[in-house]
């Protein structure tokens, strides 16, 4: 059986109908991935004048208008799709923070080799309101989702975690030790995704590599001047890892206040 390499792209847009004026397929015609998972579309598929006829398109919407959201384009059509957590998380997930389900944060893909997750990882917010949620409830259920589906075959977890895991993720650490993003709490929660064996591609790759950050805050000319955060992931089982050939950061792709992120392997 022969193998080919599989490039897979994910892309928190910051809304698809913004990004859609700024060159959105240009960027998709150059890049040309095989997979495309978006964050933040802010859009339901009939809001989005939107022409890619060689992928087959899967929306998760946030039931309200303009808000969250999540896509995934494939070359490949999927064995399945499952949409947000399974329905044990599902009433977990409701009775501590209303319903996080409706956000349209995670969607699953099944494919011959692997499970593909798309996710937007919902933020502490800017005064950590959502902190408790994000350390006692959505990270412990959406890693002991990705372990139920990998008891079936590898996955690939792909999108925005909202979290910069360690000092070197992030420009500025001693200034945001307390800032949603880069909290304790949130930091040993991406830990817990990395010792349960979930390996982060690009530092596996790259561990050493400096100022490679994939968001920038729209003040004070962040971007320009790469004061950045790395909260954006390609995480693989174990199992994928010898198959990875690279992973990356396009910082030049602009549109969205986040930077496309990346993987080609051989599957």
């Known amino acids: 059986m022969s193998k080919k390499t599989t490039k897979i792209i994910s892309w928190n847009v910051n809304g698809i109908r913004a990004v859609l004026k700024k060159g959105f397929l240009d960027f998709v015609e150059e890049h040309d991935p095989d997979i495309l998972c978006l964050q933040e579309t802010k859009a339901h598929r009939g809001q989005v004048e939107l022409d890619l006829p060689q992928y087959e398109e899967y929306w998760n919407s946030a039931e309200r208008k303009g808000y969250a959201g999540t896509a995934i384009f494939t070359k490949t059509k999927p064995r399945q799709l499952l949409f947000d957590l399974d329905t044990a998380a599902n009433g977990e997930l409701k009775d501590a923070f209303g319903d996080t389900q409706s956000e349209g944060r995670v969607m699953a893909a099944e494919f011959d080799d692997f499970y593909l997750v798309n996710v937007y990882t919902p933020n502490a917010k800017r005064d950590l309101a959502r902190l408790h949620y994000r350390r006692d409830v959505w990270d412990p259920l959406f890693l002991k ?100 050939k690279d992973a990356f950061i396009l910082p030049e792709v602009m549109g969205s206040d986040h930077a496309p992120v990346g993987i080609t392997l051989t599957i």
């Open 145 to 244: 989702y990705l372990k139920k589906l990998e008891k079936k075959k590898p996955v690939i977890v792909c999108g925005d975690f909202n979290v910069a895991h360690k000092e070197i993720d992030i420009a500025r650490p001693k200034e945001n030790v307390k800032n949603a993003g880069f909290t304790p709490e949130e930091r040993r929660g991406f830990d817990t995704f990395v010792k349960a064996g979930f390996v982060d591609t690009f530092r596996a790759l790259y561990p050493d590599k400096t100022e490679a950050y994939s968001w920038w805050s729209h003040f004070a000319k962040a971007r320009e001047r790469n004061i950045g955060w790395r909260i954006d992931y390609v995480c693989v089982s174990q199992k994928l890892k010898p198959k990875l």
